[in-house]
């Protein structure tokens, strides 16, 4: 099956600094979703982008299908900040979404 | 408010002790699915269902049954616990599949 991978697995950060996470797949897909998970275990749906560059306040994501890899970038970075941020892809129809082991983000004030 | 209500939200039980975890969306969606999430393992898609009477086995559905009877419901039925089962699991739910996916707030479920 699918291979997801996300780098890097941990991550640690001062309040007001910017990331880049990045997901790698190994095959072309129809379908990649960001997800935070918060330090509460609730998981929130960041971005659908199966390609292209999306925005919303301080993240952004952008997806290169053709060289599969995303990438969910994080400006001014806040301790709400914090929690493990998953990737998950879909290869094609019919095929269930397949997530990566998550990068965990810690900002500390 | 939109929303994917699962129940309860904590569980403890013994072996072999049947039990049901609900789950409900009130945003029309065809698409539900089950996940648990173990550490180190990350999350792993239980079952799945693309619309009413259409269900599916995803990557681990060994010791677990579900139902979609109604649109709304997706039920996670463990017939007989054990501790393996031991987790924190999630339904899902989109408009259909490789559409946008919205969680639950999870179930803890401990097995003894």
């Known amino acids: 099956g699918i291979q997801v991978e996300q780098s890097p697995p941990d991550l640690i950060l001062q309040e007001g600094a910017n990331s880049t996470l990045r997901c790698n797949f190994s095959?072309?897909?129809?379908?990649l979703q960001w997800f935070h998970q918060n330090p509460w275990g609730q998981l929130i749906n960041l971005f659908y982008?199966?390609?292209g560059t999306k925005q919303n306040g301080r993240l952004s994501a952008t997806t290169v299908a053709t060289e599969r890899y995303s990438l969910l970038y994080i400006s001014s970075s806040q301790t709400t900040d914090s929690g493990v941020y998953f990737c998950?892809?879909?290869?094609?129809?019919?095929?269930?979404?397949?997530f990566g082991k998550g990068t965990r983000l810690s900002v500390i004030a | 408010e939109a929303q994917v209500t699962q129940n309860p939200r904590y569980l403890i039980t013994v072996t072999g002790k049947k039990l049901t975890v609900t789950c409900s969306q009130n945003?029309?969606?065809?698409?539900m699915s089950w996940y648990r999430q173990d550490p180190g393992l990350g999350l792993r898609q239980i079952y799945y269902?693309?619309?009413?009477?259409?269900?599916d086995k995803g990557d681990v559905p060994e010791g677990y049954k579900v139902s979609r009877k109604e649109k709304r419901n997706f039920p996670l039925i463990l017939e007989s616990p054990s501790p393996n089962q031991t987790s924190l699991y999630f339904c899902?739910?989109?408009?259909?599949?490789?559409?946008?996916?919205?969680f639950g707030s999870g179930t803890q479920l401990s097995v003894l």
């Open positions: 899902a739910s989109s408009l259909s599949l490789g559409e946008k996916l919205f």
């Open positions: 095959d072309s897909v129809n379908n």
């Open positions: 982008i199966p390609s």
């Open positions: 998950a892809v879909e290869r094609s129809g019919n095929t269930p979404l397949v």
């Open positions: 945003m029309n969606h065809e698409y």
């Open positions: 269902s693309m619309n009413v009477e259409v269900t």
